[in-house]
Antibody
Framework: QVQLIQSGAEVKKPGASVKVSCKAS????????IHWVRQAPGQGLEWMGIINPSGGSTTYAQKVQGRITMTSDTSTSTVYMELSSLRSEDTAVYYC???????????????WGQGTMVTVSS | DIQMTQSPSSLSASVGDRVTITCQAS??????LNWYQQKPGKAPKLLIYDASNLETGVPSRFSGSGSGTDFTFTISSLQPEDIATYYC?????????FGPGTKVDIK
């Protein structure tokens, strides 16, 4: 059973960067796209971007374009999401989720990480 | 960008009731529509994919229908464990847009 295990909670100051990891168990890491989704306190779900863990190609949501970087490390089956120039509005739970099978970028998110709380506060 | 709306934003129903949530897209999205359940403090869970396909292991009281711009999610007989917020999600052209959610409570 594939699982996505995320790194722990972070507290950052405005203007800083945060890097959240998402480690996949099982041997299908390079076969599926990984997405990042965030949820501000009491709010809905917001898609942030997608990465192909095999080739490293990415597409980001316009709202975070320029501040977000997604990378992958196939040797450890881990995907990373780094968000820079943090502001209070970035306070949220960040989730990674498994998407469609490569090369099909569409599809549902069938497996989710447990979430990582990122708090931005001075 | 395609916008997704859901109605109602919240509802209260009795155990055993039939519950229906609607999701509307701002333009034709074919059947590129998924439904998720999220319980407080938990990650979302996929229930329905491609508008009407039940994810493996999901109880059959959950169902989805629709195509084009109008979609429906139904719980045929509400159970206490179904208390959650439900989200529709459109995908296409490397864009993945969630609806605002519908919070379901027990009356």
């Amino acid at each position: 059973q594939v699982q996505l295990i995320q790194s722990g909670a972070e507290v950052k100051k405005p203007g800083a960067s945060v890097k959240v990891s998402c480690k996949a168990s099982g041997n299908t890491f390079t076969s599926y796209y990984i997405h990042w989704v965030r949820q501000a306190p009491g709010q809905g779900l917001e898609w942030m971007g997608i990465i192909n863990p095999s080739g490293g190609s990415t597409t980001y949501a316009q709202k975070v374009q320029g501040r977000i970087t997604m990378t992958s490390d196939t040797s450890t089956s881990t995907v990373y999401m780094e968000l820079s120039s943090l502001r209070s509005e970035d306070t949220a739970v960040y989730y990674c989720a498994r998407g469609g099978a490569v090369p099909h970028t569409g599809g549902a998110f069938d497996i989710w990480g447990q979430g990582t709380m990122v708090t931005v506060s001075s | 960008d395609i916008q997704m709306t859901q109605s109602p934003s919240s509802l209260s129903a009795s155990v055993g009731d039939r519950v229906t949530i609607t999701c509307q897209a701002s333009q034709d999205i074919s059947n590129y529509l998924n439904w998720y359940q999220q319980k407080p403090g938990k990650a979302p869970k996929l229930l329905i994919y491609d508008a009407s396909n039940l994810e493996t292991g999901v109880p059959s009281r959950f169902s989805g229908s629709g195509s084009g711009t109008d979609f429906t999610f139904t719980i045929s007989s509400l159970q206490p464990e179904d208390i959650a917020t439900y989200y529709c999600q459109h995908y296409g052209n490397l864009r993945f847009t969630f609806g605002p959610g519908t919070k379901v409570d027990i009356k």
